[in-house]
């Protein structure tokens, strides 16, 4: 009886050895909202006493990390996958000028765009406006900040605290 068992529990474990492998090797299995800054941080060498700041939905996610005198930073964008996948894939990230001087826009074709500072410019307010629907989005201007918006936001318009607008330096990236 126990030599018929013996078989049966190989190809059991068999079968799940290679079920694993093949869930591996088609990288379906991404990075959980929880962990996203834990994994970005990791990979990319970030220093663990810079802050970050962060906007995350079902499509994206965008994170600023700098240091304490906010003269450096870097930044790292995940994207979730059509079809069969779960959590989010690191897309693109390290470091980016305008991030420090201005805003940059990073824009993916079908996911969304994600906004990302330092706010040397203090921009207080991000007007998104799509067919006359007006979207607006309150920043602190002493702080850097993360934004995502989705792709058919509309027009984006920035502000500081005396209204003046603010350049948003767009890069298109297509997925």
Request: proline residues 3%.
């Amino acid at each position: 009886m126990r030599a018929e068992k013996v078989p049966v529990l190989l190809g059991i474990v068999m079968i799940i050895l290679l079920a694993f492998l093949i869930v591996w090797q088609a990288d379906i299995l991404g990075v959980s909202a929880s962990r996203l800054e834990q994994d970005a941080r990791e990979n990319q060498d970030i220093e663990s006493d810079w802050e970050m700041a962060q906007d995350v939905n079902e499509e994206m996610c965008a994170m600023i990390f700098y240091d304490e005198e906010k003269e450096e930073c870097a930044y790292s964008i995940y994207l979730s996958r059509e079809g069969v996948s779960f959590g989010y894939f690191y897309r693109q990230g390290g470091s980016d000028p305008y991030m420090a001087d201005s805003v940059k826009g990073v824009v993916f074709e079908d996911k969304g765009i994600a906004l990302l500072s330092l706010n040397q410019d203090g921009v207080c307010k991000i007007v998104a406006d799509s067919s006359g629907s007006e979207k607006v989005i309150t920043v602190d201007p002493e702080e850097p900040f993360a934004v995502v918006l989705p792709v058919d936001c509309g027009a984006i318009t920035m502000y500081d605290a005396q209204e003046n607008i603010v350049t948003l330096y767009d890069t298109y990236t297509g997925i």
